[in-house]
């Protein structure tokens, strides 16, 4: 069952995939779900004053944080997890943690200097910088063009894999809020087996097509 969602981002609601899935058959999940801020509603996301404002379309993904049976079925399906925004929901994760992961995205405007991420490994807080401020990014070279409210920066994401993401076994990585599709283009440049879902056919379609952009 599993084949079928192997190294592809799929359509649909994620519990019904991960009630698909057996025990344990992922070996991480790198995921970020929604907070619960109600930030699509407003449509247009940056900087007004500073004439940097990018409209992705009201919607309602992120009106509420997922149920607590979303992160219930996450840690049955997976060995390991990296969740975003835990701090946003740890009612619904329930699990303390002694590994939080501090994403320093070196801010200078209104917006959060740091993003943590929940996990379950057992090792010491770490902080990884990024940086991730309006037009400037940490690659400029290679800058990403931002197809999600709420994109998570590749190279962050394979930052993490490295640290995390133990090569050896061959083992999945899952992403079940798939977003702009970040997850899968990290885990394809580092050569990791992914599986990513995502529910919003806007974002489905706009990083399946950053996906295939990679891949060419």
Known sequence: ???????????GDCL??????????????????PYGEKMSKRGKIGSS????VKDYGKSDWDDKIPEKIYFDE?????????IFGGNFMVENI??????????????????ADCELA???????????????NGMIQQDM????????????????????LREYYKK?????????????????????NLGIPFICVEKNLKHYEDSIQRLKDVQA
């Open 141 to 160: 070279k290679n800058k990403e063009i931002r197809i999600h409210p709420t994109q998570k920066p590749v190279g962050l994401l394979e930052k993490i």
């Open 94 to 111: 329930n699990k303390n943690s002694s590994c939080w992961i501090v994403w320093d995205k070196q801010n200078t405007g209104n917006y």
């Open 168 to 188: 050896e076994t061959n083992g999945i990585v899952a992403d079940f809020f798939s977003g702009s599709g970040s997850t899968a283009v990290a885990c394809y």
């Open 74 to 82: 996450m840690f049955r399906v997976s060995k390991n997890q990296i």
């Open 16 to 33: 019904d995939v991960m009630k698909e899935l057996p025990d344990k058959c992922i070996d991480l999940i790198l995921t970020d779900p």
């Open 49 to 52: 004053n500073k004439g940097v």
């Open 1 to 11: 069952m599993i084949e079928k969602y192997l190294n592809k981002i799929t359509l």
């Open 118 to 132: 929940w996990t379950s490994f057992g090792s010491a807080v770490r902080k990884f910088t990024y940086i991730w």
